[in-house]
């Protein structure tokens, strides 16, 4: 690989001005679109030695065969330029966004000479207002089934308004009472049209106003005891209070917003967005994003905002935005919200109170739509038949992995140092086979590596045998060996059956890069398994290493076979992870390190009087109080730390065979006790 880029400016060609670039392939197709407040700067990080890149960027910038760029007159104008070429060239290395799925919104047919109202998916009709969008098509048809009985606006189609209009027929919905526009012959245009505005502003976060007339109304029709019309005003009431309902208050009355959750990963991130109107919640909406070039934290929320509020109407675009970090260009964004809405516009985070319990509740939900989106992913079918095979050609196999196991090791410090090992068939977890090992003296994680495959690799059988095994079991009954007869009775004897945990596995997987990779190689040499192909996975720049390689594989950002590699890591790693903590509540030397005011003196201290573990568990607090430097309350803490960690959770599985002495134990749901 060249150490400079063909293509690369001449110094002091680019201009220190703000402006937009674009990367572009061979082929003049636009791989890339940025911003820049200084584009001499921000381009030569791009033009670095590429050993330096990131791998991704490093990607990028080779397979792009020119770069131009564009100055404006503002930071402004730039954020601008960026989205409209954004949006108008889709390039493959800008973030891609994909919506969880198509929602349904309330909308208000503005452009009609008698607005009606109806539920639609539909973001695109002519003066059209939308409120939303909701989770359920349900919820929408539930909230104006109650709102047109306090604002009885039309609900039937074009074709039934325009034909009662030229019969004088009201249309079936009037007369079933279900339609209040003029086709119901019950209200002229224009008052149809006053009940719409009212409708609007309710829905816009006008409750309070249409709560208090209500009340008023209803009392004065009482006093005046003309109670049919107090009842009638009682039922809108009860309507309205049960739209209230469906949406709690969860800021103050008075506040619009727009709160964004944001959950993310290297490859994906999850965004849920949350419309506040009135201080309540108005419409939800989950949007995924695929990753291609390295992107979090603010600059992520930059392009979100973006996205979001590109293509608003200025009503949409609220008075405040509640992000949970700011993006660098803040300043500007506000400003470019505020060209577009008229008005100011506030970025700000949501530190504390009610917004930091939103903005939580908002994260929680853009976590659990991130684990839907990459589950989905690998649970499909055809997700995972297209994994395998990717996954093959990137390793250069010559048959698809079908059983696939990942290894990755676990420590607290240098101590209680575990490993695990999860497997996957035809891209699924089999949790019934996941396993542990305990780790008792090792040197770095590359040892660890080297100490769990060489354990793990020595329960297979070796090529030879599984050969002749497989062929012991293919041959006809008269084929086999036969022993020698015994007063007249022939013994056959049967093909051995395979050991426990000797099935090989298609693709070994290591947590880790080249040293993880070179000492799990070292232990297939060792071991005499070769045939078994052997790949680690980095996860900072989440890189595919082979061994014996100098250049780690790079495996896009919307394959399959990278989220397939990346759960088996993550599998891996919580498993791990798990079955340590597990260690460390039953380790004597961690529960003692947990408790206030005892130091690593006293530990020894306590440990060398006792003499044992077993002893320190069964003192009293008298006992310890007896040693030196340690006080009555301190020795009851300490008791009472000792008897919690004495009876850990029982196991809820069955014990599987030991692996070098060293006792697994795998439950229904993969954990390990």
């Not at 700000?348 to 994260?363: F, H």
């Not at 990459?374 to 050609?393: F, I, V």
């Not at 607290?412 to 949790?431: A, I, Y």
Request: net charge neutral; glycine share 6%.
């Amino acid at each position: 690989m060249a150490g400079q880029l063909p293509y690369k400016p001449k110094p002091g060609e680019i201009p220190t001005n703000p402006g937009v670039y674009r990367f572009r392939d061979a082929h003049g197709r636009v791989l890339y679109v940025g911003k820049a407040k200084n584009l001499r700067q921000r381009l030569s990080n791009y033009f670095a030695p590429l050993h330096t890149l990131h791998e991704r960027t490093r990607r990028m910038v080779t397979t792009a065969a020119s770069v131009e760029w564009t100055v404006v007159p503002t930071d402004v104008d730039s954020l601008q330029l960026e989205y409209q070429w954004i949006k108008e060239f889709d390039p493959p290395f800008n973030v891609r966004y994909k919506d969880d799925k198509s929602y349904p919104f309330m909308a208000i047919t503005l452009g009609d000479e008698a607005p009606r109202v109806m539920v639609t998916r539909n973001r695109r009709i002519p003066g059209a207002k939308y409120f939303g969008p909701y989770p359920k098509v349900w919820a929408v048809h539930d909230t104006i089934d109650l709102m047109i009985k306090v604002f009885p606006i039309r609900t039937c189609s074009d074709a039934s308004y325009k034909r009662a209009m030229q019969t004088g027929r009201p249309c079936f919905p009037g007369q079933i009472g279900k339609c209040g526009g003029p086709c119901s012959h019950r209200v002229t245009i224009e008052e149809h049209r006053a009940i719409v505005d009212d409708f609007i502003a309710f829905m816009q976060g006008g409750d309070e106003r249409f709560t208090r007339d209500l009340t008023a109304r209803m009392k004065a029709a009482a006093a005046a005891m003309d109670y049919e019309q107090a009842a009638v005003l009682r039922d809108k009431l009860t309507s309205i209070e049960a739209v209230l309902n469906k949406s709690a208050l969860v800021l103050p009355s008075d506040t619009d917003a727009d709160l964004f959750g944001v959950a993310e990963d290297e490859l994906s991130a999850a965004v849920q967005h949350f419309v506040i109107r009135g201080g309540r919640v108005r419409g939800v909406s989950s949007t995924t994003i695929d990753k291609e070039l390295d992107i979090a934290g603010g600059d992520l929320v930059d392009q979100i905002l973006q996205r979001v509020y590109g293509d608003a109407a200025p009503a949409d675009i609220p008075r405040r935005v509640l992000v949970p970090v700011l993006p660098p260009d803040a300043d500007e964004l506000e400003e470019w919200l505020r060209v577009r809405r008229g008005k100011a516009v506030e970025i700000a985070v949501a530190q504390r109170g009610q917004r930091a319990e939103l903005l939580r509740n908002a994260t929680l939900n853009a976590q659990q739509a991130l684990l839907r989106h990459k589950t989905r992913r690998t649970s499909d079918y055809a997700a995972r038949t297209q994994a395998l095979s990717d996954l093959q050609e990137a390793l250069g196999m010559d048959e698809a992995p079908l059983r696939i196991e990942c290894f990755d090791i676990s420590h607290l410090q240098g101590t209680n140092v575990v490993g695990s090992m999860v497997v996957f068939e035809d891209g699924l977890p089999r949790k019934d086979q996941y396993r542990s090992f305990s780790i008792a003296e090792t040197t770095d994680d590359t040892d660890s590596i080297h100490q769990v495959l060489t354990r793990r690799l020595a329960h297979l059988d070796r090529p030879e045998e599984t050969g002749d095994a497989a062929e012991a079991q293919a041959a006809p009954a008269e084929a086999q060996e036969v022993a020698p007869a015994e007063a007249g009775v022939v013994v056959e004897t049967q093909p051995k059956k395979r050991r426990r945990f000797a099935y090989p596995p298609q693709l070994l997987i290591v947590d880790g890069g080249k040293p993880q990779v070179e000492a799990a190689a070292r232990a297939l040499r060792e071991s005499g398994h070769e045939e078994i192909a052997l790949c680690g996975i980095a996860k900072r720049l989440e890189e595919i290493w082979l061994p014996g390689d100098d250049f780690p594989v790079i495996l896009p950002r919307t394959s399959e076979a990278l989220y397939l590699v990346q759960r088996l890591r993550d599998e891996a790693h919580r498993f791990a992870i798990s079955h340590q903590r597990r260690r460390r509540k039953r380790d004597i030397r961690s529960v003692l390190s947990e408790v206030p005011g005892l130091g690593e003196t006293r530990i020894k201290a306590l440990l060398r009087h006792f003499g044992s573990v077993a002893a320190l568990r069964s003192a009293t607090v008298a006992q310890i109080e007896e040693l030196p430097g340690i006080g009555p309350k301190l020795a009851e803490t300490v008791h009472r730390h000792l008897q919690a960690a004495e009876s850990p959770d029982a196991p809820a599985g069955q014990s599987a065979p030991a692996i070098d002495g060293l006792a697994a134990v795998a439950t229904a749901d993969g954990a390990t006790a």
